[in-house]
């Protein structure tokens, strides 16, 4: 099992930049893969980018070259840059740890992130 603590999301304004950040603790974290997925209201939680231990990444059309998802293993931390945001970005982001071998998975607390002017 792992323990995953997320960065405070935040308002930003439309085309700004914000970087959230999930920790883990409790276990290996090389052995996860990671990923960010986000929930609007009245929406289900969808995938945003994900990034295997191995650093092959995945992102949904709707952010592609606007996000980067990226990890350091040293740190037991994955990252995502958020940049041109967008109103339709506004969503609670929460991170997921799936263990490679056992298919276990555990989410963060989810953070707020909200773009409007």
């Known amino acids: 099992q792992v323990q995953l603590v997320e960065s405070a999301g935040g308002l930003v304004q439309p085309g700004g930049s914000l970087r959230l950040s999930c920790t883990a603790s409790g276990s290996a974290f090389s052995r996860y893969d990671m990923g960010w997925y986000r929930q609007a209201p009245g929406k289900q939680r969808d995938l945003v980018a994900s990034?295997?231990?191995?650093?092959?990444?995945n992102y949904a059309d709707s952010v592609k070259g606007r996000f980067t998802i990226s990890r350091d293993n040293t740190k037991n931390t994955v990252y995502l840059q958020m940049n041109s945001l967008k109103p339709e970005d506004t969503a609670v982001y929460y991170c997921k740890a799936t263990h490679v071998i056992i298919g276990r998975f555990d989410w963060g607390q989810g953070t707020q992130v909200t773009v409007s002017s």
């Open positions: 990034i295997t231990r191995s650093g092959i990444t």
